[in-house]
Every structure is written in structure tokens, then in C-alpha cells.
């Protein structure tokens, strides 16, 4: 099958070509005939699959063939993410997929200026790319007229929910149209998410083209036993033994992923931290360095990197076990992509044993262990625990897009306490707790 027999139009066509495409993934098969006779559609699909392009190439043709509009357009598509990269990432495909076309497309999140986003929406646009929190803060402003969208999608609706963004869903939600098109793209089907499908959804088909939380086949896993101690000098010997170019290191904290750039560039070995606090300027800068090769070591935590989206990405190492084991499956899913071979490592110490063994279950294989010459562990050496904390908040603490209202329990505590011990609260305390909600 190739992009001719989908039902997509020549300046789709001539887009797709120019990008050296000329088969369509499993997922742009089936999504994209099905999303052109408009049906809804819930998408099990995991990130390399090419399921950006299999809704936005869509999409485009839908705009393409409906009725010409006169005037300045109104929206009439969003589309949802989860971070700023991964909007960024599907504003580019829309970019690159609709050069041939009118339509007029922005990308909205926060961490950067609103008057321009406010001054890019007054002009009129015809496709809105947005993070929740941003989005919101502009209709709230009304600054943007969600009453004509005909198309709407949410993108990574699982790592959405993990954020703690499902009450910033519904408000969204609440300000479309009853009647458009809805699509759902999720990597794993969770209770929540069927939930979620089952609102949003009207009749929808399901697409499934990877088995729920399976490890891709053309990537290569391995664990390095070593002490806790000694991970960063095995990280620095793999690197350097191995010549690699081009490696995507996982810390669970965005501390952890400063600290270890910052020794990895005492050993020589050119490194960048990108985490949600870092600028978005700076994660910019740090991704585009790494994709063109200035920088051989990109560290990162979980959220950041869920827009990181690199086709020949070859190694990929977990510094640390991630505490969810279904965060390591979309790990080492940043290798291995469109047909290539890919390689992920993790260095495990004793702490992390229980983290391993739940890996293993979820993707239902035993990691094979690899000691390398020199690291052998102490067996002296016990376990410490590792600090767990809720998924939600966790994911909350490491984006600048979670909402206003996800502040820590510990915080909100604290600040109670205080107010009780006050029986008659000053003007400021009464400010200070009004700042905290």
C-alpha cells in the first residue's frame, strides 16, 4: 500500500514525497481512511509509530475538502498535548505536511510570551496545537473562540492523565461544539483512559498496531549490574569503550539529570540537561544541539522527554529504573524507530532490584544481565530504599504546564496548620493563602 490509495490529495501527496516517504506505517493505514470518513477514532499507538502524521495528514485533507471560508477563519481544529515539545513537534509536522496548502496552524503553550500567541489568534488561524493550561488561560481571557472546531484531538491522552490533567480536559471539553470529530491517541489503555474515550468518544473504532505496554522487538535490552556509587563512571566507560555519538540518558529527578550532565562534562563527554525546568529556550537549544551532534549525551527526566522525537536515535540508557514500569516501555521506545535497530541499557544497582522485576512482568521477559569487566558489584552492599512518591504528582513537579491547582499536599498542609494557630489572620496571611490556591 502506499500514500496514493489513502485518499489524500497531490499537495498532500507532493509534501509526503519530499520528505522521502513511500509507505505509510501500520497506524497511518488504518487511521487515516477511517479519520477521512470522519469517524472517531481511539488509537492505541506508541511513539515512533508515525502517529502524528497519521492525524495530521487527515486532517489537513478534511480542511482541504470542505467548503473554502471568506474572511478571517475561525479555529476549526485543536489539537491537545501533554508537554510544549510535543506540541512543538506536531506544529512542525503540521508545517511540513500543509506547505502546500492555506491553512494557517500556531502552537500555544505556556513558558513563553501570551500577547504574541493573543496577536497570532486575532489574525485568525484554521488549526490550534495547545498544552491545557495555556490554552485555557486564553479562553478565559477570551482571547480565543472555541465554538467552531469540527476536529479535535488529544494527543498521549495517557501521559495527559498522568500529568494530572484530566479536570483541565473536561473544562476544554465543556467549550467545544457537541458535534465534531474526536480522536484519541493513547500508548496504553488504562481504566482511566477507557473512561475518558467513553465521554469523549461518540461510536468510535479502535486502532491498536503495538500490544498494550510491549517492548519494541527491534530494540536490544540490556542490564549492567554496578553499585549505586559507580553508575556515572560506567556510564562515562560505556560511552567512551563504545565511540557513541549520539546516547539519551533517563534520570528519574530533574536534580539527578543536572548533576549528572555536569560530570559527564568534568569526563570531556559533551552533555545537556532538558527537564521541565528549564526554560523553553533552553530545551529548545539542548535538543536541537544533541539531533545535530554538538552535544553526544542529552539527560532527561520522563516528561521532558515525551516530545523528544529523533528517527536513527541509536542508545538509549536508564541511569535509574524508572518507578513506573510502564515509563520504561516509552523509554526505550525513543530508539529502534521507523526500521532501524536500536540499543537500551540500564544500569541497575541493588536498590532498584523490585523496580526490575516489575519491568519484567509488565513486558513479560527476562532482561538479560551483563556485568561489565571492572563494575562487578559489592555484594556487601544492602539496599536503600528509594523515594516513591504518586505518579500524578511527580509528573506534576516535573512540567511547567501542570495546572495552577496541583500545588504539593505538604504545602497546602503547612499553610493549614499556620492558619489554625492564627485565630484572627492578618490581611497578609489571608493574601498568602489566596496565592496558594
Known amino acids: ?84 515539545e510535543l506540541a512543538a513537534q506536531v506544529g512542525e509536522s503540521v508545517k511540513t505536511y500543509g506547505k502546500y496548502l492555506p491553512f494557517k496552524a500556531t502552537i500555544i503553550f505556556g513558558g513563553v510570551g501570551i500577547h504574541p500567541q493573543i496577536a497570532t489568534l486575532k489574525k485568525g488561524v484554521d488549526i490550534v496545537i495547545a ?57 496504553t489503555f488504562s481504566s482511566e483512559i477507557k473512561r475518558l474515550a467513553d465521554n469523549l468518544l461518540n461510536s468510535p473504532t479502535l486502532i491498536e498496531v503495538a500490544r498494550r505496554n510491549r517492548a519494541s522487538e527491534s530494540v536490544e535490552q540490556v542490564v549492567h549490574p554496578v553499585d549505586r556509587e559507580r553508575k556515572r563512571e560506567l556510564l562515562a566507560h560505556l560511552i567512551k569503550e563504545n565511540d557513541w555519538r549520539q546516547v539519551l540518558v533517563f534520570t528519574r529527578t530533574k536534580h539527578g539529570a543536572n548533576r549528572l550532565s555536569a560530570q559527564l562534562e568534568k569526563n570531556k563527554i559533551s552533555s545537556a540537561a532538558i527537564h521541565g525546568n528549564k526554560s523553553q529556550s533552553a530545551r529548545t537549544k539542548a535538543l536541537d544541539n544533541f539531533k545535530k551532534g554538538y552535544v553526544r549525551v542529552l539527560v532527561a527526566t520522563d516528561i521532558a522527554a515525551r516530545g523528544i522525537d529523533i528517527d536513527q536515535l541509536p542508545h538509549v540508557v536508564n541511569f535509574e529504573l524508572p518507578n513506573v514500569p510502564e515509563d520504561y516501555v516509552h523509554r526505550i521506545g525513543r530508539t529502534g524507530r521507523a ?10 544497582c541493588v536498590d532498584e532490584h523490585k523496580l526490575l522485576k516489575d519491568i519484567e512482568k509488565l513486558i513479560k521477559k527476562e532482561i538479560p544481565k551483563v556485568v561489565v569487566d571492572g563494575f562487578k558489584p559489592d555484594p556487601s552492599i ?19 504546564n501542570a495546572p495552577k491547582q496541583a500545588r504539593s499536599h505538604a504545602d497546602r498542609n503547612r499553610q493549614s ?15 498568602h493563602r489566596g496565592g496558594n490556591r
Open 1 to 84: 500500500m502506499s500514500f496514493t490509495t489513502l485518499g489524500l490529495s497531490e499537495p498532500l501527496l507532493r509534501a509526503i514525497a519530499e520528505q522521502g516517504y513511500t509507505e505509510p506505517t501500520p497506524i497511518q493505514k488504518q487511521a487515516i481512511p477511517l479519520i477521512l470518513s470522519n469517524k472517531d477514532v481511539l488509537a492505541g499507538a506508541q511513539t515512533g509509530t508515525g502517529k502524528t502524521a497519521g492525524f495530521t495528514l487527515p486532517l489537513l485533507e478534511q480542511l482541504h475538502q470542505a467548503t473554502p471560508l471568506k474572511g478571517k477563519p475561525p479555529v476549526r481544529a485543536l489539537i491537545l498535548t501533554p508537554t510544549r
Open 131 to 187: 498544552t491545557p493550561g495555556r490554552l485555557l488561560d486564553l479562553a478565559g481571557q477570551k482571547a480565543i473562540d472555541l465554538s467552531s472546531i469540527e476536529h479535535f484531538i488529544l494527543d498521549e491522552a495517557d501521559r495527559m492523565l498522568d500529568m494530572g490533567f484530566v479536570h483541565d480536559i473536561k473544562k476544554v471539553l465543556a467549550l467545544l461544539p457537541k458535534k465534531r470529530q474526536n480522536l484519541l491517541f493513547s500508548a
Open 339 to 348: 526500521g532501524n535497530e536500536g540499543e537500551a541499557m540500564s544500569l541497575v
Open 382 to 400: 544492602k539496599a536503600e530504599p528509594i523515594q516513591q512518591k504518586s505518579q500524578a504528582h511527580r509528573n506534576r513537579a516535573n512540567s511547567t
Open 417 to 431: 496548620r499556620r492558619d489554625k494557630r492564627n485565630s484572627a489572620p492578618s490581611k497578609e496571611s489571608r493574601n
